[in-house]
């Protein structure tokens, strides 16, 4: 009897032996990295949900690496839109190791974290900070989804000088280094292009009260405000310029053009220019489509500028491990650069030595009747 038991259990030993052995899915984590709290919040949740539905999408593709079953997952912190807290994040994300990073969204987080990623060898993608500085660096995990300041603050100077045929111009910037790099680059091609820039004013990305230096402004009657800075204190600047009766065409970066700049605002906001790189939804390859997805998940009104350029971020880094057949940084970092991906913002998605877009484009808009509406789609060289 005993020995008859034994080969019963050494059979279902043999058969379980001989049967296939499913590997267990890898887990491959992305980090993001954006204001989730703050004046630019708006920002930061909305290039979260963009993070988040390249990751559904994924994961329900059962997108695999090397032929082996992976599970996607994203790590969202908050980085308060906070320069030191943005390289608090950074370094937890080089400790945990990620996968790789879609993030920060504001310049003057970018920048210090990007040196952070560098050395950890891990890629970060930003869906959105347009500070040339942060691809001067040279360093070779940075990469942007979108045209950088020069582009966008050049187009704006352009378009005052030889659209509007304005001649003169006042400055005011935040202080930030999104705010001081935009506002630099609109200074001195306004000037190239024959306009006086007849004052410049300096403000902090938490202010309210804008009265004292739109006294001064209006004393020098530009006919153009240039703002570098976000819409946070861009809405109740404009509410102040209609109260004080400051008559110039206001304009501003990406930092402006979003839709929460008409709820801060209100009709002041009407004849508005702001300039953002890439296309407007409508026009992108894959945008009327995706964004019918997003309204479904999210709601209409949660939609932002960043958040496809998010979503596009994340299936890119996939795609280039895919490429690679391996989820180590250090092994599908050279892919990022030829990736060759179709996405929802661009088509044949590719990066320059620097990590800049290979031919991005700017859209300037003009808000009509609270409505961003755009003006013109411009080619950046």
Not at 121 to 127: A, F, L
Not at 132 to 140: E, V, Y
């Amino acid at each position: 009897m005993l020995t008859l038991q034994r080969c019963a259990i050494a059979a279902m030993l043999a058969a379980c032996s001989a049967a296939p052995v499913l590997a267990a899915p890898s887990v491959v984590t992305l980090g993001y990295a954006g204001p989730m709290t703050g004046p630019a919040s708006a920002y930061g949740k909305d290039a979260a949900n963009g993070v988040s539905m390249a990751i559904q999408h994924l994961n329900a593709e059962h997108a695999s690496i090397d032929g082996k079953p992976v599970t996607w997952k994203v790590d969202v912190e908050d980085d308060q839109g906070d320069p030191k807290q943005a390289t608090v994040v950074a370094q937890k994300f080089a400790d945990e190791k990620v996968n790789g990073v879609v993030g920060h969204l504001e310049s003057g987080c970018t920048y210090p974290a990007s040196r952070i990623y560098e050395r950890a060898g891990i890629p970060e993608i930003t869906p959105a900070s347009t500070d040339p500085k942060i691809a001067q660096q040279g360093f070779k995990t940075f990469f942007r989804m979108l045209a950088n300041d020069d582009a966008i603050g050049a187009g704006l100077a352009q378009y005052a000088a030889h659209h509007l045929h304005d001649k003169t111009a006042a400055v005011v910037d935040d202080g930030t280094a999104y705010g001081q790099g935009i506002a630099s680059v609109f200074i001195a091609d306004a000037k190239k292009d024959g306009m006086r820039i007849v004052d410049h004013q300096y403000t902090n990305d938490h202010a309210t009260d804008f009265t004292a230096i739109l006294t001064q402004i209006k004393a020098a009657h530009p006919a153009v405000i240039f703002y570098g800075g976000a819409y946070a204190q861009a809405g109740p600047m404009l509410r102040q310029m209609a109260q004080l009766g400051v008559k110039a065409q206001f304009m501003g970066g990406d930092g402006i053009c979003t839709s929460e700049l008409a709820t801060l605002a209100g009709p002041a906001v009407n004849g508005t220019i702001c300039a953002e790189g890439g296309t407007p939804l409508q026009d992108m390859p894959g945008g009327p489509t995706w964004k019918a997805r997003y309204v479904k998940a999210f709601g209409a009104s949660a939609l932002q500028p960043f958040s496809s350029y998010a979503y596009d971020a994340t299936m890119v880094l996939a795609h280039a491990m895919m490429k690679a057949k391996s989820v180590d940084p250090k092994v599908y970092l050279p892919f990022i650069r030829h990736v060759d991906y179709d996405g929802v913002t661009k088509k044949d998605i590719r990066f320059t030595s620097t990590g800049e877009l290979v031919h991005p484009v700017i859209t300037l808009s003009q808000f009509k009747e609270g409505k961003k509406t755009p003006l013109a789609v411009e080619s950046v060289q």
